[in-house]
């Protein structure tokens, strides 16, 4: 199969959105698959990230970069969103040059390189398809954006941060009729995302859509090593992304409620955390605390995982499903997690962890691992064995070209 993977943002990225979409691509091309690829990029940056992708060896097809700075809204077109029936459109024609490029691209790689079919990457894409003539598309959402946009409401809530809840608010109700105006769009197309919940709320909004759940799949360079936990460390690792709140929240709850609930049992536990744009005041904790070493940067992220005796990854806002834990389940590490952490897994799926949504119900599993160690090698082995079976890239290819085969049917159908 042919396949022109489009994105807004650059898919040789760092994070979770990034390394999904890379691996997919590298299993197409493992599996004999050709494939091309769109991105924009800032002017400055454009020329680095063509050579970036064409050094890549992925994209047999051709690399196209579109130059593009973000646009700045005028008032008035703040104001025309409101009461338009069709806001992407606003949207789109408010980047009209980007749009045009974007569908001039698309053409010429249907009739030079005749690919079988598009694979829209997030939502912020999609909105430069929607005036094109009919093509078997997959839009991929990853997550629902009105779920996260819901959580950080109430983060906001709970934080009494008032300015930011107010914004949030509206935010909110963007967000839904950005979604619904998609989901209507594209209700004839194959739509992707992550989870059963994502897929329940973008149902909600609009019931004639037709929503798929496909999973991620496993993205960790360090090899399962059989964990035998022959050491007496005691080790907790946290890192990400520590912009986004859902990352930043969690590590303060962690920090400030949940270890030193653990130090009382086990004083001699440790907390090791990087992350991208890691401020000075985390830096600081290990400063702070004794039990924190904090990094800056690090050589490579999954053996600083590895390092982890046991995973917590108490989540409280958010959406969709959070790459760390999948990647301490294929690193065999036993996980304390929450329900909103866990919520893109199955029962089944989360049988290798132990949830609570209370700083001490999370603490207490934790004191449990590390007061037994068996248990630890038993939830660790059963979260392998879930990664390994059930988020295997091949399982998600193999998900993408049965939604490529039902787009495909679909168009053909269209223009009989």
Known sequence: MRILFISYYNPLGKGGFEKQAMGLMKTFVSQGHEIACLTVASHENHSKIKSELEASGIFSLGCFVISHDETQYSGISKLLFWFIANPIKLIANQNLNLKNEFQSIIETAFENLKIDIIHCLSLRTSYFLTDLPSKPIVIDLVDSFTNHKIRALKYHLLNFRFKQLLFSIVDLFKTIRIERNIASIYSTNPISVVSSVDKKILTKINSNCQIHVVTFGSDIETKHCNFLDQNTDKVITFYGFLEQIWNHDALCFLVNEIIPRVLIKHPDTKLLLTGRN?????????????????????????????????????????????????????????????????????ESQKKGLLIADTAQGLADHIIYLLDNPNERIRLGEINYEVATTEFTWERKAQDYLQLYQLAQDKFKHKNQ
Do not use: H
Not at 298 to 315: E, G, H, M, R, Y
Not at 320 to 334: A, C
């Open 278 to 346: 890691i401020s000075d005041e985390i830096l600081g904790l290990s400063q702070k605390f004794s039990w924190i070493e904090a990094f800056p940067t690090v050589d490579n992220i999954s053996d600083f995982a590895a390092k982890a005796t046991l995973n917590c990854w108490p989540f409280r806002f958010g959406s969709g499903f959070k790459t760390k834990i999948l990647e301490s389940m294929y690193l065999s590490k036993p996980i304390v997690a929450t329900t909103i952490g866990a919520e893109a897994l199955t």
